[in-house]
């Protein structure tokens, strides 16, 4: 049985999709080519914007972690809405990473 509901806004061309069984809900943007999943079961919230290629994913209980990745540029970007003064920047070239940080006015 599936366990799906998909629900089309044909007005602003919004696509709802619901996943019962892993709690997930897919909103896609078909004019802005937006996908956005949110999973319930951990209250995670993932962006993605299919024309820039950019990744973002949210962590809703704690409203302190933003995730962003830039798929093009190979970029993880971790920052904490908290201290916005800290930062970590995650640069993937191939195998190997760099990671920096940085805290408080340079």
Known sequence: MNSTLS??????SILYTRDINNSSLSIRDINT?????????????????????????????????????DIKNINHVILNLHSVLEFHILSIPSTSYQLAQHSGLP
């Open 7 to 12: 629900i089309r806004d044909i007005n602003t």
């Open 33 to 69: 080519s937006t996908l956005s999943i949110r999973d319930i079961n951990t209250s995670t919230l993932s962006i993605r914007d299919i024309n820039n290629s950019t990744l973002s994913i949210r962590d809703i209980s704690n409203s302190t972690v933003s995730h962003n990745r």
